[in-house]
């Protein structure tokens, strides 16, 4: 199975910072990678599909890239909206794995 | 608009089984893939199973392959989990959601709980 490693694991930031997620696979997943936000109590929600596609109505502040083993999730400039715990997965090959997250805090 | 929702959530004993269902609306159900995911207390997502839209492949994660069984019925618009030899560790909120691969719709979630 694909392992996938997120960090940080925590990371606290200013409203208007620019804010990088890391998330690295075992093998190449061949940009096969999404990013889910899950608020507190909530359900997770889709970001980014496929590496660097924006999932239809999420802000364009937020932004994914990366291939191979490596991937990226920026927020051009975080919002108060946008704490949250953030999840990479991976659907190159099944069983498709999630990394174990990056809880975003506000400084 | 898109809508899945679980239920059959409870309390059960160690050992037992118990059957969680998703009713899915606002999209042609018979053309996705389908998923469960499930989410231990404090814990990260955990994905566990895959069904296709026609139900001719299914995938599962090792921690529940040979004791849990997904299923459809496209015919009611349906996902169904039948969760066996249930342990303390399959505590935690179930989630469907639409999509092959990339997951774009999910439920509000069904929580189990399995302890004595």
């Known amino acids: 199975d694909i392992q996938m490693t997120q960090s940080p694991s925590v990371l606290s930031a200013s409203v208007g910072d620019r804010v990088t997620l890391n998330c690295k696979a075992s093998?190449?997943?061949?940009?096969?990678l999404n990013w889910y936000q899950q608020k507190l109590g909530e359900a997770p929600k889709l970001l980014i599909y496929n590496t660097n596609n924006l999932q239809t109505g999420i802000p364009s502040r937020f932004s994914g890239s990366g291939s191979g083993t490596d991937y990226t999730l920026t927020i051009s400039s975080l919002q108060p909206e946008d704490v949250a715990t953030y999840f990479c997965f991976q659907h190159n090959s099944w069983p498709g794995t999630f990394g174990g997250g990056t809880k975003l805090e506000l400084k | 608009e898109v809508q899945l929702v679980e239920s059959g959530e409870g309390l059960v004993q160690p050992g037992s089984s118990m059957k969680l269902s998703c009713v899915a609306s606002?999209?042609?159900?018979?053309?996705?893939?389908m998923n469960w995911i499930r989410q231990a207390p404090k814990k990260g997502l955990e994905w566990i199973a895959l069904?296709?839209?026609?139900?001719?492949?299914?995938y599962y994660a090792d921690s529940v392959k040979g004791r849990f069984t997904i299923s459809r019925d496209n015919s009611k618009n349906t996902l169904y989990l039948e969760m066996n030899s249930l342990r303390s560790e399959d505590t935690a909120m179930y989630y469907c959601?639409?999509?092959?691969?990339?997951?774009?719709?999910w439920g509000q979630g069904a929580s189990v709980t399995v302890s004595s």
């Open positions: 959601a639409k999509g092959y691969g990339v997951m774009d719709a």
């Open positions: 606002g999209f042609t159900f018979s053309n996705y893939g």
């Open positions: 069904i296709y839209y026609d139900s001719s492949s299914k």
């Open positions: 093998q190449n997943i061949n940009k096969y």
